[in-house]
C-alpha cells in the first residue's frame, strides 16, 4: 500500500506539471510553457539541468487521437527514470484544449514492472495541482524578442525567441518541435534542452491497464 501512495503522488505531480515540464515526487524542475501543437507520432527528448538534481531526462510524444464531448483529443505520453519508483516510468494523459488551457480527462501511469493503472481524475485535484490548469500557449504570458538560430545535439533550429514579461524565463520556440514546440528554455534555476526530435512514436503501454487502487500489491 505505501509502494502505491507514493507511486500516486508521482501520478498527481506530474499531471499537474503537464505544459510546463515535468516534476518527480515533488522534487523542483523547469517551469517552461510551449506551444500546444500535437501531431499524433511526433515527440521530443529534452535533458533537463538544475543545481539541485543535476541532469536528467524527459521524453513527452503524441501516441494517440480520441474524440472527447465533440472535441478533439491527444493521448500525450511522458517518459522519465525515477529509480523511486523502480525505474522507467510512464504517464499517459488524454489531453483536450480548452480556449487557453489544456484539460486532463484522463490519467494513466505504469511505474517500472508493474501494471499500468488509470487514476481517477479526483487524485489530480490534490493539493491544488489540477492538470486542467495547465497554459496552452507560451505567447500569453512571453514577449516576442526576435527570431533565433538554436543549436542543440538534436540539429539547429531557427526559433522565436519568447521571454515571461517578468524575466523570469527565457524559451526558444520552433513549429518542427511537436508537441510542445520547444527547443531551449532557461530559467533562473533551470535549463531544458532538446536532445531528439521524435517520429512514428507509440505508446509504450501495450499490456492491460487496470484501475487504481491502494490495495494494489
Known amino acids: 500500500m505505501r509502494k502505491w501512495f507514493a507511486l500516486s503522488v508521482v501520478?498527481?505531480?506530474?499531471?499537474?506539471?503537464?505544459g510546463v515540464a515535468s516534476a518527480q515526487m515533488g522534487m523542483r524542475r523547469p517551469q517552461m510553457k510551449g506551444v500546444w501543437s500535437p501531431v499524433v507520432g511526433a515527440g521530443a527528448v529534452y535533458q533537463m539541468e538544475t543545481p539541485r538534481e543535476g541532469t536528467s531526462e524527459i521524453e513527452f510524444a503524441v501516441v494517440g487521437a480520441q474524440t472527447v464531448?465533440?472535441?478533439?483529443?491527444?493521448?500525450?505520453?511522458?517518459?522519465?527514470n525515477d529509480p523511486r519508483a523502480g525505474g522507467e516510468m510512464i504517464m499517459k494523459m488524454l489531453m483536450v484544449h480548452e480556449e487557453k488551457s489544456l484539460e486532463v480527462k484522463r490519467m494513466i501511469m505504469k511505474a517500472g514492472g508493474e501494471d499500468a493503472m488509470e487514476f481517477p481524475m479526483q487524485m489530480a485535484q490534490m493539493g491544488g495541482r489540477a492538470p486542467q490548469?495547465?497554459?496552452a500557449d507560451i505567447r500569453d504570458d512571453?514577449?516576442?524578442?526576435?527570431t533565433?538560430?538554436?543549436?542543440?545535439p538534436a540539429g539547429t533550429f531557427s526559433c522565436q525567441h519568447y521571454q515571461a514579461k517578468d524575466k523570469s524565463w527565457d524559451a526558444w520556440v520552433s513549429d518542427k518541435v511537436p508537441p510542445y514546440?520547444?527547443?531551449?528554455?532557461v530559467s533562473k534555476d533551470s535549463t531544458m534542452t532538446?536532445?531528439?526530435v521524435l517520429t512514428n512514436a507509440k505508446t509504450r503501454i501495450t499490456g492491460p491497464v487496470k484501475p487504481f487502487s491502494?490495495?494494489?500489491?
Not at 512571453?142 to 526576435?146: K, R, S
Not at 491502494?214 to 500489491?217: G, H, R, T, V
Open 142 to 146: 512571453g514577449v516576442l524578442i526576435g
Open 11 to 18: 501520478a498527481i505531480v506530474l499531471a499537474g506539471a503537464v
Open 181 to 185: 514546440n520547444i527547443v531551449k528554455a
Open 194 to 196: 532538446l536532445t531528439r
Open 148 to 152: 533565433e538560430s538554436v543549436t542543440t
Open 69 to 80: 464531448e465533440g472535441k478533439p483529443g491527444f493521448w500525450l505520453e511522458m517518459v522519465t
Open 133 to 135: 490548469n495547465a497554459a
Open 214 to 217: 491502494f490495495e494494489s500489491p
